[in-house]
């Protein structure tokens, strides 16, 4: 099951991405990002990812986004019943903010669609302007439901460096960010180190994914843009 619970949470807390010119977050109605995981040891696709921008909602704050995600095994199938649906605020100022616990109990209520599940947790930020040097605020969240505890924090979250980059979907100047996850629940640890590739305009270009010895395990990299 926990298994399930992480391949979901990545869908919440993992990717980031933007479309807009004062922030990191797609504004975009209609946009779909595609993505490809790979296993770095072997070259192997982990899973394909597409995020789905499905409506953006302007207010006097800023704007709400509402976008969804999903999971396809390297044979294309899907590997949920529905896309997860997430949202995310972009303030006035370009800052973007989601909300950790309330994207985890959109997970878990698609594991448990009847059960009643609650959360606490604070906000993660992604700020307008980023710099090398940086640091940026930690975020935590806990879920409760049907007797399982999962939390979850992230820390140690600085900007590293500025790099220009290539993938399939073309070449993009970003600005590199890097943190620490926690996840932990009865029965179930995971500690990893994540490295994200942000280009302005646009969001995430790659993510990597390091195990709690700082080995590469997996790279995510933007395929297409449409």
């Not at 399930?4 to 933007?18: K, M």
């Not at 006035?92 to 009643?116: E, H, I, Q, W």
């Not at 969240?141 to 979250?157: A, E, M, N, P, Q």
């Not at 994540?194 to 990299?221: F, P, Q, V």
Request: a positive charge; hydrophobic letters at 40%; one cysteine or more.
């Amino acid at each position: 099951m926990f298994k399930r619970i992480f391949l979901l949470l990545l869908l919440a807390a993992v990717t980031v991405c933007g479309h807009c010119a004062d922030s990191w977050f797609m504004t975009t109605q209609g946009v779909v990002l595609s993505y490809v995981r790979r296993n770095v040891g072997d070259g192997t696709v982990k899973w394909y990812h597409d995020m789905t921008f499905e409506k953006v909602e302007e207010n006097l704050s800023g704007k709400d986004v509402h976008y969804s995600s999903m999971l396809y095994k390297p044979n294309r199938k899907a590997m949920l019943k529905a896309p997860v649906g997430l949202r995310a605020q972009v303030a006035a100022d370009g800052t973007v903010r989601m909300d950790l616990a309330s994207s985890m109990k959109a997970v878990f209520a698609s594991l448990f669609p009847n059960a009643v599940i609650s959360t606490t947790g604070g906000i993660t930020t992604l700020p307008s302007v980023m710099e090398p040097g940086d640091r940026l605020a930690d975020a935590s969240g806990t879920v409760k439901v049907r007797g399982i505890t999962y939390t979850v924090s992230v820390t140690d979250r600085k900007v590293l460096r500025n790099e220009k980059i290539t993938t399939p979907a073309g070449t993009f100047e970003c600005v590199v960010v890097s943190e620490h996850k926690e996840e932990k629940a009865v029965g179930y640890s995971r500690i990893t180190t994540a490295e994200t590739w942000y280009c302005r305009g646009y969001g995430m270009i790659r993510h990597d994914t390091y195990d709690r010895n700082m080995k590469l395990e997996t790279s995510e990299i933007l395929e297409s843009v449409r």
